[in-house]
């Protein structure tokens, strides 16, 4: 038996969380185009005959000076450090640049065995050529695999690398697990992605989502998930909240809709809008979220 814990990291929006899905067969972190949907550390389990892959999808690796980027950064770093394998997702359909240039020297200096994946091949342009030069010239060591996290195309070969690098042990959780998510965030998570889906510019980064308890009710036929989408402002209230309730309303049924998919249970959700102005800001608010 093999096993392995896996960094996946990145820049923002190069792929990673709909890689961490597509490798293991299962909807494990939330997906948007909109850069640094994933705030926390989310594992997946890829389990094959002979080996079981734990996964950790990252947040985008953002140079900036603000508190949650450079806290964002530092999980990244930190998780680094504790892993048997990089896998390094690079856009491949545009540029790199400084930010490229910054991730990827977190991860030659981690000295890790690395996987280069290049992402996007679907969408390749005329930069693909230059972007997976600079690439493999920043990590001269790594393997490199070009991919479509999207259609699936190149998977099959990128798993198989990682599987041959893993060290032998055993498995860290059983068999049929794809996730060690709790339901409170599970449920949070798909939230903050339907109103990240519905909303625009600087409101899905305003927004954090917070359940407060979920409960078994019909016998355990019914999950019932209450809790808060908090926002900064007052006008970004009146956005998520919508014409009369309409987006809101649409907001919590496209999630029941997909999480009654996701657990075996039918799932309601009571959830308010509320603004709390400062959780950005607010440090160990920040370390609850991102724990
Ligand atoms: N064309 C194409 N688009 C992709 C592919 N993989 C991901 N995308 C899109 O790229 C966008 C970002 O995808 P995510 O998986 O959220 O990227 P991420 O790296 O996890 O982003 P952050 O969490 O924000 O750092 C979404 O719109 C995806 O649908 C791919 O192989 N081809
Ligand atoms: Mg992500």
Redesign the pocket.
């Known amino acids: 038996m093999k096993s392995a814990v896996v960094a996946v990291v990145?820049?923002?929006?190069?792929?990673?969380?709909?890689?961490v899905n597509a490798l293991c067969g299962a909807k494990v972190?939330?997906?948007?185009?909109?850069?640094?949907?994933?705030r926390n550390p989310v594992r997946g389990i890829l389990n094959t005959e002979g080996a079981q892959l734990v996964l950790i999808?990252t947040?985008?690796f953002h140079l900036s000076k603000r508190k949650i980027n450079t806290y964002m950064a530092g999980i990244v770093s930190s998780t680094l450090q504790d892993v048997d394998i990089v896998l390094y997702?690079v856009d491949g359909?545009r540029p790199g640049g400084e930010e490229e240039k910054g991730i990827s020297e977190a991860v030659r200096n981690s000295g890790k065995p690395t996987v280069l994946c290049l992402?996007?091949?679907?969408?390749a342009s005329g930069v693909w050529a230059q972007v997976r030069e600079n690439a493999i010239l920043s990590l001269p060591k790594a393997v490199v695999f070009e991919?479509?996290?999207?259609?699936g195309k190149g998977l099959g070969a990128l798993r198989n690398e990682l599987v041959r690098l893993s060290p032998d042990g055993e498995q860290m959780y059983p068999p049929d697990y794809y996730t060690d998510q709790t339901p409170e965030f599970r449920v949070s998570e798909i939230v903050r992605e339907k109103v990240t889906l519905s909303t625009r510019e600087e409101v899905p980064h305003a927004v954090y989502v917070r359940i407060e308890d979920v409960e078994m009710r019909d016998d355990g036929a019914t999950l019932w998930a209450r809790g808060f989408i908090c926002v900064e402002r007052e006008s970004q209230k009146g956005i998520i909240v919508g014409r009369g309730g309409d987006r809101i309303r649409n907001i919590v049924h496209d999630a029941e809709e997909e999480l009654s998919e996701i657990f075996p249970w039918k799932v309601k959700l009571d959830i308010r809008v509320k603004v709390d102005r400062e959780w950005r800001k607010r440090d160990p608010l920040l370390k609850k979220m991102f724990k």
Not at 119 to 123: E, P, S, Y
Request: glycine residues 8%; aromatic residues 0%.
């Open positions: 990145g820049r923002p929006s190069a792929g990673k969380s709909t890689l972190s939330i997906v948007s185009a909109v850069p640094q949907t994933t999808d947040p985008g997702v359909s992402n996007k091949k679907d969408a991919v479509s996290a999207r259609s």
